[in-house]
């Protein structure tokens, strides 16, 4: 009889393992994000290593300095014919000055800072009426006596105009030997914004160490003018929020050889926000003192009510750049975690052997996520995985595939995930190796429909389709997809880079920015073995370049990983042309 009932329990047993298991297979292809084996770190482990949070030091260190503004602004002693201005006044922004002065009577403001040839005078108006004048002036040239242009207008329609000098020092050594060359610039059609206000931000990749700590991000006119530069080390990241402020990458210490700080500050170098995280991950193997010491990577956006999502990796000894994290723009602490080993299939990441790289100590970079959107239309993410050679949407909140636009072949996806692959209506660039992937923001509105805009590398990575294998390392090239998310197509609506060839093949990095309705900005990032990089504006109508600059010279570590065209005075958000 006990022999019979033991017999029973271990039938029973056996029956629960076998349904735990399947139980753990269908829930990996169904997309859930709940479930983990012993090589997927969990999200409360995740959260412990990195350990965000907000910080508040720096922002303390320049209560002084907005102190002694304030102080100089309402003291009176300022007047339109006696202009008090600060030269980078937080330290970091020495293209920007602060002018402050009072009026007798209530009066708004308009002031520019007069460039050396047409469009290239930059310009603000300030719409309020008041007596007390505090202005951000931001454009400045270096090592240049500026000459700025206050313009004073009463409610009574008089005004007056008072013109001030601001002379700034040179840029430093690390950007002065950048040879920037500007070979078509044709200002009518260039998108430069109200008041020519945009400049062309070229976003660095700075890495760790003590030479490349100097590779700042800088911003220039259409004549390839610096305007503006700070002399934060930034790496990567390098955006504009829905407040107009900017959100880098950066250091607590210049001195460090290693990033750990988003840090919010507008153009002039004011910090309102300082999120600190854990630099130090899990070494190669146990009892390794190495380090792998930036947490986040390539991307983070803003979220609509203000977090941000900024992708990481795990901190564990085996997989890289395949995980994202939620931090709370109120808190500073980490919200969610999505682990990209817990949505697509395990054999991706168990058996990936297309890329090897010394950086990441023998870890695995199965997935390199290189880029992350948020579609607000249906609460979806959209992400670019370089090494996997594909474009993804999945819920927000649930983690469910929506779709998958994939370089690989077919048969390489198991069965239950190829009813998620988007196949193509006519010939299509299939994306290999590619780069920041976001929405044609005036597609957005569309009913089951959407654009998205990549920079193909064009780089087989592992098994891919034959014609994107023929055409690997041949060209690079912005391209444009409209996808019919309802019957899972899509479609190639335009591109650039295949006429030019070979020279302008990015192995890495790169980016395909909307400007306007008709105008792509391309950041052809890694050329000539990452000492070049090539920034074209174009018309996606007529397909002819619009501004083209080639920056040479760049210093180790220092290349245009993207290129963005943001406004020193920004109005609006405005998604898929601020990302």
Not at 246 to 252: A, G, N, V
Not at 521 to 546: P, R
């Amino acid at each position: 009889m006990h022999k019979k009932i033991k017999r029973l329990i271990a039938i029973i047993v056996v029956a629960l393992v076998a349904g735990s298991a399947y139980f753990y297979e269908t829930s990996k292809t169904s997309s859930t994000s709940k479930v983990t084996t012993s090589k997927v770190r969990s999200a409360s482990a995740v959260k412990k290593d990195i350990n965000s949070r907000l910080v508040y030091g720096e922002i303390n260190a320049q209560k002084s300095t907005t102190k002694s503004l304030k102080n100089k602004a309402s003291s009176g002693k300022y007047t339109i014919n006696n202009i008090y201005t600060k030269l980078n006044p937080y330290g970091v922004s020495p293209l920007t000055a602060m002018a402050i002065f009072k009026t007798d009577k209530a009066a708004k403001v308009s002031y520019t800072v007069v460039g050396k040839t047409a469009k290239t005078s930059i310009t603000n108006s300030v719409s309020k009426y008041s007596k007390s004048h505090s202005l951000q002036i931001l454009g400045l040239y270096a090592d240049y006596n500026n000459t700025v242009k206050i313009k004073v207008t009463y409610k009574n329609g008089q005004s007056v105009t008072k013109t001030i000098h601001i002379k700034t020092a040179k840029v430093p050594s690390s950007l002065s030997s950048i040879k920037i060359k500007v070979t078509k610039a044709n200002k009518k059609k260039m998108e430069t914004g109200k008041g020519n206000a945009k400049l062309t931000f070229m976003v660095r990749t700075t890495i760790s160490g003590s030479k490349e700590a100097k590779n700042f991000s800088f911003g220039i006119d259409a004549d390839g003018a610096i305007r503006w530069y700070t002399t934060r080390p930034t790496s990567h990241i390098f955006k504009q929020l829905s407040n107009g402020n900017l959100l880098i990458w950066t250091k607590s210490k210049a001195s460090n050889s290693y990033f750990n700080e988003l840090v919010e500050m507008n153009y002039e170098g004011k910090i309102t926000r300082t999120y600190r995280l854990n630099h130090k991950a899990l070494g190669k193997a146990k009892g390794s003192k190495k380090q792998n010491n930036n947490q986040i990577h390539h991307d983070v956006t803003e979220l609509p009510n203000q977090d941000l999502i900024a992708t990481v990796s795990d901190g564990g000894r085996t997989y890289v750049e395949d995980t994202m994290i939620v931090i709370s723009h109120k808190t500073g602490k980490i919200t969610k975690v999505i682990n990209m080993k817990n949505i697509l299939p395990s054999k991706f990441y168990q058996k990936y052997t297309a890329t090897k790289s010394n950086k990441y100590m023998g870890k695995r970079d199965w997935f390199h996520e290189n880029s992350v959107y948020y579609d607000k239309t249906d609460d979806s993410l959209i992400i670019s995985s370089r090494n996997q050679n594909l474009v993804m949407k999945i819920d927000y909140k649930t983690q469910k595939i929506k779709w998958i636009l994939s370089g690989k072949k077919r048969s390489a996806w198991p069965k239950s995930y190829r009813k998620y692959l988007l196949k193509a209506s006519g010939k299509i660039s299939w994306p290999g190796g590619q780069h920041a992937a976001i929405v044609n923001p005036s597609t957005l509105g569309n009913k089951n429909s959407l654009n998205v805009l990549i920079f193909n590398n064009n780089v087989a990575v592992g098994d891919t389709k034959k014609s994107l294998k023929s055409s690997s390392g041949k060209y690079s090239e912005g391209v444009e997809y409209k996808i019919n998310e309802k019957t899972m197509t899509i479609k190639q609506v335009d591109s650039f880079g295949k006429s030019l060839g070979s020279k302008n093949f990015a192995n890495i990095i790169g980016s395909n920015r909307y400007l306007n309705a008709t105008n792509r900005l391309i950041d052809f990032g890694w050329l000539d073995n990452g000492d070049a990089a090539n920034v074209i504006e174009y018309d996606s109508k007529t397909n002819k370049q619009i501004f083209n600059v080639k920056l040479t010279n760049l210093g180790s570590g220092g290349y245009v990983y993207r290129a963005e065209r943001f406004s020193l005075f920004p109005t609006k958000h405005s998604y898929g042309s601020n990302e």
